[in-house]
């Protein structure tokens, strides 16, 4: 089957088609490229949660040709909640939650769904989520979309208050899965962890190891592809 995988930055683009090949077809698309290698079309659509849903919508609607794609990806490095995903891990997620998306009240922060509208959250095809954990060595738990990345300990316990199951943070899986989701396409996302969510230190970052990871998760999905019926689509 063949599958479309979405990425911020060109850089974890090629993370991604390094696991298949060194020299990826490239097609155009309307306003990107789409790099083939193996069964995967890797897309860089560009950084949070917008630009991500405007690319994946793109590349669904006109990137595969005659053959459709069977499974949307949103992959690249993000950051970890300490200790459950620590600097060079991966993370598979078990459900890609929209984490500030909703309203500053009084009380707290109050999600979109508790004001009447919208939805905050994707549910991945749980068998692929656990295959895909089991073949990488992956962490499952949720993956925050935000549009601002953490860079305090206060805004770190405020989001584990808020979602307790939290593993990682990045800024376009919920974004991806919104333009899945329009085509009824299943959606997965995989994270290679950069950094710890909290204060922000960029000398502490290790983004060439978790680019490393991307690319070796990857090498191991294609036989968790093959294997994979869709039966258990998204919810």
Do not use: C, Q
């Not at 790099?35 to 690319?55: E, Q, S, Y």
């Not at 899965?177 to 962890?193: G, K, Q």
């Amino acid at each position: 089957m063949r599958v479309l995988v979405v990425t911020a930055v060109p850089v974890e683009r090629d993370a991604v088609t390094r696991a298949f090949t060194d020299r990826p077809e490239v097609r155009e698309v309307p306003g990107a490229e789409l790099h083939r290698a193996g069964p995967v079309d890797v897309l860089a659509g560009g950084a949070g949660p917008a630009a991500a849903a405007a690319a994946a919508g793109v590349a669904l609607a006109s990137g595969a040709g005659t053959e459709p794609y069977a499974l949307v990806v949103s992959a690249g490095i993000g950051g970890g909640f300490a200790p459950v995903a620590p600097l060079g891990s991966l993370v598979v997620a078990g459900a890609i939650v929209a984490a500030d998306l909703g309203a500053e009240t009084p009380g707290g922060f109050v999600p979109v769904t508790a004001l009447g509208f919208g939805r905050d959250r994707f549910v991945p095809p749980p068998a692929l989520v656990r295959d895909v954990a089991a073949a990488t060595g992956a962490v499952t738990g949720d993956v925050l979309t935000v549009s601002t990345v953490t860079g305090s300990a206060e805004r770190t316990a405020a989001l584990l208050a808020a979602h307790p199951h939290a593993a990682a943070e990045a800024m376009e899986g919920f974004g991806v899965a919104e333009a899945a989701e329009r085509l009824r396409v299943p959606v997965l996302e995989i994270r290679a962890v950069s950094n710890a969510v909290g204060p922000r230190d960029r000398d502490a970052w290790r983004i060439g190891d978790a680019l490393t990871a991307l690319t070796g998760a990857f090498g191991k999905l294609t036989p968790v592809l093959e294997g994979w019926t869709h039966h258990d689509r998204i919810d």
